[in-house]
């Protein structure tokens, strides 16, 4: 089982830019047999996907809401996921939540068995 941990949130203004860090940690699976999703919580809101990545990299998978302002990374031998926010809106304040699926090809938004506890994201106007 993996443990994750959200780090890098904040107060930032609208137009401004955050990078979000989830740390894997915990025995059995290596890191990068797992592919790895941001989601988001606003209040008041559902849980809604953000963007997704498979176990090397190489394919990605965004919301049309973050595309062309978000990136999603991953350094397996850091076993860290990262998330650059640029351009951000007030419509993106949330409780940012990173998560991981068994499928190392998975991409969208299902199959995610591992959860990290959230970090606030909040852009001011």
């Known amino acids: 089982q993996v443990q994750l941990v959200e780090s890098g949130g904040g107060l930032v203004q609208a137009g401004g830019s955050l990078r979000l860090s989830c740390a894997a940690s915990?025995?059995?699976?290596?890191?990068?047999?797992?592919?790895m999703g941001w989601f988001r919580q606003a209040p008041g809101k559902e849980r809604e996907f953000v963007v997704a990545?498979?176990?090397?990299?190489?394919?990605?998978y965004y919301a049309d809401s973050v595309k062309g302002r978000f990136t999603i990374s991953r350094d397996n031998a850091k076993r860290t996921v990262y998330l650059q926010m640029n351009s951000l809106k007030p419509e993106d304040t949330a409780v940012y939540y990173c998560a991981a699926s068994d499928d190392a090809y998975a991409l969208g938004p299902r199959g995610y068995a591992y959860w990290g506890q959230g970090t606030q994201v909040t852009v001011s106007s």
């Open positions: 915990g025995r059995g699976r290596i890191f990068s047999s797992y592919a």
């Open positions: 990545i498979n176990w090397n990299g190489e394919n990605t």
